[in-house]
């Protein structure tokens, strides 16, 4: 049986037409109520002092207040045998839920022990009883100051179809004011780290300015940790807040109401935004959703602000917001290398070296376009330059002796360490290193070092200057030189003039006498 709700006005008007004499009859005719119904109102305003001989100067408002709060505690239906079997199990039936077994199976387990009670009976006795799926009280919380706070969420959306034929389901990162609610949604393929700052680099370009506040969701690629007091985010994101000047504020793990301005926009986004539409790659997907953040929602009433978002944005929160970048963000990628037995580290399949004493190790790393830094324990202990993958940066002086060197095939090092012995060593090694592959002849200049070990440096050094001048460039020649002793400072000698013969005669006895005028031999005619 169904029962209506009677106000206090026409509780009044009842007694008011009673008062003036009208049948009760009529007046239930006229407000639309039970006979019966209006005999009862008139005997508890009776009993409440509301006589017709007082006239309609009795009928004050106590005297009516007095008469609807006696109907009303006077309202209810009874209650029967199930009502009366669910307060006497009222403990078993409470223990039950509070356990968490649902309220069909409690109604079984019930039947089971002989206690059938209806389950609307039963459902109706929780509700009311033992406070079962009582929603909570919530507090509206104000939205805040203009350009402070913007929630943000990852969704799943529709599949896009590629030229090729091609299916892809396809994520937006949705943006949300909590002032103005004028969205912005950036469609991507993976939710990472680096789709992560790419969509709020847009976002930064599309409200022409910082938020101060980022309340994500606990994504993966923000917040690595969660905690409600002390959540940990990811390095290179927490380093991208820094460089733009806005602080993170995770929301709670299950807890909707720390992001309600865009807890329910998902759903909102996927079939008002990209519903029916074909969408063929991530460009066309970003179009559609620039056309409707601006164009279309962001130009619809707000059915809580009741402001166009978008002009509610333009007028209260862009003058807020921190500077728009001005360049691109150099994303960093952060990692903790293991240093081989090699000495190198591998960062993003390139290598660099490190010194000896952190083999084993590893080590914090931060690698950007142009360098790559190393940390231990905070303190930044290694840089390179970046390379590309399958490359190697590679520092000499992270190797022991000239081990680093040697890897390098480099052969300066090498002169240098022979010029140690002697100028005439080093220009001599300098020439046996000379080859279109000149490591290939380091063997060469090795033993040069070791045959000045052994002789000594001053007497290489004077063997060398000699070969060089010979233009002898044969080590194994220079070490038989050194073997026989060979000096470098060699005497020119001067041959002495052979005595005079015994029976020798004059040179003058050869001589030819010039001939006279007229003078003629014998036998020459004339």
């Not at 969205?183 to 790419?198: D, K, L």
């Not at 399958?390 to 002796?401: A, I, L």
């Not at 060089?468 to 030189?481: F, S, W």
Request: charged share 30%; with cysteine.
């Amino acid at each position: 049986m169904a029962y209506r709700e009677v106000t206090m006005v026409e509780v009044k008007e009842v007694l008011r037409q009673w008062l003036l004499a009208v049948p009760k009859k009529r007046i239930a005719t006229g407000l639309g109520l039970d006979p019966k119904t209006v005999r009862h109102y008139c005997e508890l305003g009776a009993k409440h002092g509301v006589r017709r001989e007082d006239g309609l100067e009795s009928l004050t408002d106590e005297r009516v207040l007095a008469v609807v709060a006696e109907i009303a505690s006077l309202r209810g239906r009874p209650r029967g045998e199930s009502w009366e079997r669910c307060v006497a199990l009222r403990k078993k039936i409470e223990g039950l839920i509070a356990d968490g077994v649902k309220l069909t199976k409690v109604r079984k387990l019930l039947a089971r022990n002989g206690d059938r009670i209806p389950y609307a009976t039963l459902h109706r006795y929780a509700v009311t009883e033992l406070g079962f799926r009582k929603r909570r009280v919530t507090v509206a919380v104000a939205d805040g100051d203009p350009g402070k706070e913007l929630q943000v969420d990852v969704g799943v959306m529709v599949k896009l179809v590629d030229e090729s034929g091609r299916a892809r389901v396809f994520k937006v990162w949705i943006f949300t004011p909590v002032l103005s609610r004028y969205r912005f949604v950036y469609p991507v393929f993976q939710e990472s780290i680096a789709t992560a700052i790419e969509a709020c680099e847009a976002a930064w370009s599309f409200y022409g300015g910082v938020f101060h506040v980022l309340i994500p969701d606990n994504t993966k690629a923000i917040v690595t940790k969660t905690d409600p007091l002390e959540p940990t985010f990811n390095a290179t994101f927490l380093e991208y807040a820094q460089a733009r000047g806005f602080v993170i504020d995770a929301a709670r793990v299950r807890r909707a109401t720390d992001k309600a301005r865009v807890e329910r926009t998902v759903r909102f986004v996927r079939d008002d935004c990209f519903g029916g539409e074909h969408v063929r790659d991530l460009e066309h997907a970003y179009d559609i959703a620039l056309v409707w953040c601006r164009d279309d929602v962001g130009m619809r009433p707000h059915s809580t602000t009741l402001r166009l978002p978008r002009e509610h944005f333009e007028s209260t929160e862009r003058p807020a917001l921190l500077a728009a970048p001005t360049a691109p963000y150099d994303v960093p990628h952060w990692c903790e290398p293991k240093i081989a037995f090699d000495h190198y580290a591998q960062i993003k399949r390139a290598l660099y070296s490190l010194p000896t004493k952190y083999i084993g190790r590893r080590l914090r790393a931060r690698a950007d376009s142009q360098t790559v830094r190393f940390y231990d324990r905070g303190v930044m202990v290694k840089t390179h330059p970046r390379k590309p993958p399958g490359s190697r940066s590679t520092d000499p002086n992270d190797f022991p002796d000239d081990s680093g060197k040697l890897a390098g095939r480099t052969t300066e090092w090498l002169v240098e360490r022979a010029r140690k012995h002697g100028e005439g060593v080093a220009v001599f090694a300098d020439v046996l290193l000379m080859a279109p592959q000149p490591w290939t002849r380091m063997r060469r200049v090795y033993a040069l070092i070791d045959l000045a070990e052994k002789y000594g440096s001053e007497r290489v050094d004077e063997a060398c200057n000699l070969a060089l001048e010979m233009e002898m460039h044969d080590v194994r020649r220079l070490e038989r030189m050194l073997e026989r002793n060979v000096r470098a400072a060699a005497e020119i000698r001067v041959t002495p003039p052979a005595p005079p013969a015994r029976f020798a005669r004059a040179a003058s006895t050869y001589a030819l006498r010039p001939r006279a005028a007229g003078d003629q031999e014998k036998g020459e005619s004339t």
